[in-house]
T-cell receptor
Framework: EAGVTQFPSHSVIEKGQTVTLRCDPI?????LYWYRRVMGKEIKFLLH????????ESGMPNNRFLAERTGGTYSTLKVQPAELEDSGVYFC???????????FGPGTRLTVL | GDSVTQMEGPVTLSEEAFLTINCTYT??????LFWYVQYPGEGLQLLLK?????DKGSNKGFEATYRKETTSFHLEKGSVQVSDSAVYFC??????????FGAGTTVTVRA
């Protein structure tokens, strides 16, 4: 069974540009989460989807970030326009049950210059 | 809000040494507690969890006990191996969905 996959693995963009990150959860997992780790700090929760619906987006930092999960399968996280402080590693995770045991992808390392 | 504090690393040990990574938390209510591990080049993996006070989670020789009175969830392993070299994250969840993580502790085990 394939795990959670994320694309791209690395992205380097200039300030003001747009970047879209993609996450493919484990097949059949209704719950999908986005997290990010900035500059070696704590991994911070961004948002939680249940199927195609946003269940909790309390961690989204501002309106430059837009997450979607059309059809309840893969998800995208768009940053527009990107700022320097958006640099970090963006993790996606998925789970079937709400038992806290989430399966994480390898992350996308975003560098904004 | 909810938060997790774990001991800062890095931690360097010799094989067969005893490992302890301290973790304390602040939360309202009774969260579930987790340890995740990230091996080099891989994503985070759930190592163990505990959902209520006095529960002990265990996996791969690692153990942690949910201590409500001290709001702690320290990770221990009696005899580490080189393959245990990784970054360890303590985490909590108030609702079994959203996770709040500690800063992570890098552990290096030398042969």
């Amino acid at each position: 069974e394939a795990g959670v996959t994320q694309f791209p693995s690395h992205s380097v963009i200039e300030k003001g540009q747009t970047v879209t990150l993609r996450c493919d959860p484990i097949s059949g997992h209704d719950n999908l989460y986005w997290y990010r780790r900035v500059m070696g700090k704590e991994i911070k929760f961004l948002l939680h989807f249940v199927k195609e619906s946003k269940q909790d987006e309390s961690g989204m930092p501002n309106n430059r970030f837009l997450a979607e999960r059309t059809g309840g399968t893969y998800s995208t996280l768009k940053v527009q326009p990107a700022e320097l402080e958006d640099s970090g590693v963006y993790f996606c995770a998925s789970s079937q049950a709400g038992d806290g045991g989430q399966f994480f992808g390898p992350g996308t390392r975003l560098t904004v210059l | 809000g909810d938060s997790v504090t774990q001991m800062e690393g890095p931690v360097t040990l010799s094989e067969e040494a005893f490992l302890t990574i301290n973790c304390t938390y602040t939360a309202t209510g009774y969260p579930s507690l987790f340890w995740y591990v990230q091996y080099p080049g891989e994503g985070l993996q759930l190592l163990l969890k505990a959902t209520k006070a006095d529960d002990k989670g265990s996996n791969k020789g690692f153990e942690a006990t949910y201590r409500k009175e001290t709001t702690s969830f320290h990770l221990e392993k009696g005899s580490v191996q080189v393959s245990d070299s990784a970054v360890y994250f303590c985490a909590l969840s108030p609702n079994d969905y959203k996770l709040s993580f500690g800063a992570g502790t890098t552990v290096t085990v030398r042969a």
